[in-house]
């Protein structure tokens, strides 16, 4: 059991590091000045889809510590 929960760790450990890479591109482009309109919002979504794909790792983990709670994803209006 010890070493599939290891596994598992492993595993969400390895997207949740892409996923924040992926936001660290994100929140660089999101930073841009001229970004705009159209732009901007598709940014936006992207970065409100990395947060809850690494919410939804951390969740589904099989570490149990995040089992109690509920994790809702919606639209935040914030400037970055």
Sequence with gaps: QRK??????????????????????????????????????????????TIAGIAAAMNSSGDGMFSHSIVKCSPIHASW
């Excluded at 924040?20 to 970065?47: E, F, P, T, V, W």
């Design 4 to 49: 599939s929960y290891r596994e598992s760790i492993r595993v969400r450990n390895t997207y949740a590091e892409t996923l924040n890479l992926l936001q660290a591109d994100i929140m660089k482009k999101l930073n841009k000045s001229n970004l705009k309109g159209k732009n901007r919002k598709i940014l936006m979504d992207a970065m409100l889809v």
